[in-house]
């Protein structure tokens, strides 16, 4: 009854997605699966990661960020695409408050207003749709909808699915609240592989993945992130596993300037009410960037491990522990012929002799047409 009722509990939360127009109704997620009863889709599991590793073991220490819902979705081509995204929006009109007049809300208007992002994969072996409903809160309620994924975890530690059937099920049957004695069962499991396995990493604080040149950024940021929080890698390898974490990293934000966006948005979103942790984890991905990255030219690497440094100093500067970025002072140690005693760090410059010139002196100055 512990986890079910720990599920029950954490269900019953209200996400309200703020938003910039005026506040939804708060949803939950029994809320949410108006969305799945539209359109027949199977709500199989809260995904990955944040809900699922708050409600497998009691006290992993990390809480969750989003509410992450997966649907099972038909998504054969782009029509099947664009009726996920016109049920969702539908959906928000049913959450407006009283007195909003709904019949001059555009679709555009609730895309505005009240969706983060979208995200659109179809390919050879990736066909899904996520959209993403803002919280000022900074979690915020992720519709993942999947016809086919390849990889759907980063690390051991986040790779647990929380199936709903059962639950769904109950709420729509059952008159009597859920007790004790009285409640479905409900199943989790992990899509690392193995769950005893992971579920051992969760509660120990280890980290341990497999192929990160598989996922979109290499789970670097994640990566980093955990080692901040206390975890400590699994084994040796995951040295030889951070190049590929970096080289996939800078594959898919090879600009210095996506680098930053990326690196903006990351601190944003995984940070909120944790402001305090930013600079660790800055100095903490400025190690591991500048210990395993052997894909970059020398200029490229020092323009990102410069990038991570003035973040780090703007993250000082925006808690007061500097006055002012621009009253930061940076010292370099000199080289070690400076300590020569015949070396000297002025040049004499050989003057020419002055002399008398009794001649008519001619302006040096040549005019400019």
Known sequence: WEQPGRREQLGREEQPPLGRGSPLRELGCSGCCQCS???????VSELHGQLGKTQIPLDSGLGYKDLDLIFCADLRGEEEFQTVKDVVLDCLLDFLPEGVNKEKITPLTLKEAYVQKMVKVCNDSDRWSLISLSNNSGKNVELKFVDSLRRQFEFSVDSFQIKLDSLLLFYECSENPMTETFH???????VYGDFHEAFDHLCNKIIATRNPEEIRGGGLLKYCNLLVRGFRPASDEIKTLQRYMCSRFFIDFSD????????ESYLQNHFV??????YDYLMTLHGVVNESTVCLMGHERRQTLNLITMLAIRVLADQNVIPNVANVTCYYQPAPYVADANFSNYYIAQVQPVFTCQQQTYSTWLPCN
Do not use: H, N, V, Y
């Open 37 to 43: 009863a539209k359109c027949g889709w199977a709500l």
């Open 256 to 263: 210095i300037g996506e680098q930053q966006r990326k690196l």
């Open 184 to 190: 479905p069962t409900i199943i989790g499991e992990s």
């Open 273 to 278: 009410g944790l402001e305090d942790r930013k």
